[in-house]
Structures are given as C-alpha cells and as structure tokens.
C-alpha cells in the first residue's frame, strides 16, 4: 500500500495484525512517528460502523504490508442491503 495520510480509510483485517479477529474500517487521522520493528507502524484514527460514522477513537499497530484499503457502501446502499 502507498504512503498512508490523514483521511486514508482502510479495511482492517487480521493481515494487518493477529489481534484483529474481527475486521473493521479505520479513518487514519494520522501515522504516529513511534519506532517499531520493521515493517510494523503506530495509526491514530477512528474505528467507523458499517455507515462510516465513528464510533471509538483508537491507535492501533499494524504491519503495513496487510492494510487494504477499505471502502463504505454509499447510505442508497446500505438501505438497499436492509430491506433484501
């Protein structure tokens, strides 16, 4: 994945971090400068519902090389999926 920067949304997935059981989308505010192992990184964002509200600030540490980027399904969508 390129450079991440403020407002990038990813998809987190156990890829990115064993302790990810349960995936989720994440709204980078911005990647902490912490020094890790090689390869690994500090992201300050907020974790977002399935409608890309917020719902929790977190910092998460994740390897870069299993961020994907993420996507949330327009709201004509996400009424779609509700009433199928």
């Given at each position: 994945?390129?450079?991440?920067?403020?407002?990038?949304?990813?998809?987190?997935t156990?890829?990115?971090?064993?302790?990810?059981?349960?995936?989720?989308?994440?709204?980078?505010?911005?990647?902490?400068?912490?020094?890790?192992?090689?390869?690994?990184?500090?992201?300050?964002?907020?974790?977002?519902?399935?409608?890309?509200?917020?719902?929790?600030?977190?910092?998460?540490?994740?390897?870069?090389?299993?961020?994907?980027?993420?996507?949330?399904?327009?709201?004509?969508?996400i009424?779609?999926?509700?009433?199928?």
């Open positions: 994945m390129a450079t991440l920067k403020a407002g990038d949304l990813l998809h987190i156990r890829a990115a971090s064993p302790q990810f059981v349960t995936s989720f989308h994440f709204r980078v505010i911005r990647v902490l400068d912490w020094t890790t192992f090689d390869g690994w990184t500090w992201l300050d964002g907020y974790q977002l519902d399935e409608r890309g509200d917020a719902l929790a600030r977190r910092s998460i540490f994740v390897m870069q090389s299993g961020l994907k980027p993420g996507s949330i399904p327009s709201p004509r969508g009424e779609a999926a509700r009433r199928a």
